[in-house]
């Protein structure tokens, strides 16, 4: 089953890096990208939207980061307030049976 998985994923992969290569030799206008305070040099449309896309991922992950690290912390919480739960529930079971003897 895991030889399986692999091999999906590296059927994924590989299509993913057709249609990257696809997507670049299609895409060779260089193009000057003019912000409102600096110019950018010209370079391949395919090079802009794929650092677009990267700042995008990335902005994306640090976006998410508070909310990881607060259901990260509120797991441990719980985790926490469990073992001590089951801690109490142990200590009344033996003490339940300590009064039948």
Same mark, same amino acid.
């Given at each position: ?7 999906? &994923? =590296? @059927?994924?992969?590989? %299509?993913? *890096? /057709? ?5 670049? !030799? ?5 193009? #000057? ?19 677009? &896309? =990267? @700042?995008?991922?990335? %902005?994306? *992950? /640090? ?5 990881? !690290? ?5 797991? #441990? ?19 339940? &049976?300590?009064?039948?003897?």
């Amino acid at each position: 089953m895991r030889w399986i998985k692999g091999l999906i &994923l =590296a @059927v994924i992969l590989l %299509v993913v *890096m /057709l249609v990257g290569i696809l997507f670049a !030799v299609n895409n060779q206008q260089a193009i #000057a990208l003019n912000l409102i305070w600096a110019e950018l040099p010209a370079v391949s449309l395919s090079i802009w939207l794929l650092a677009t &896309l =990267a @700042v995008g991922v990335i %902005v994306g *992950m /640090l976006a998410m980061l508070g909310v990881y !690290v607060r259901l990260k912390a509120r797991l #441990a919480r719980s985790e926490r307030h469990n073992k001590q739960q089951r801690k109490e529930l142990d200590r009344l079971r033996t003490q339940g &049976l300590k009064e039948l003897a």
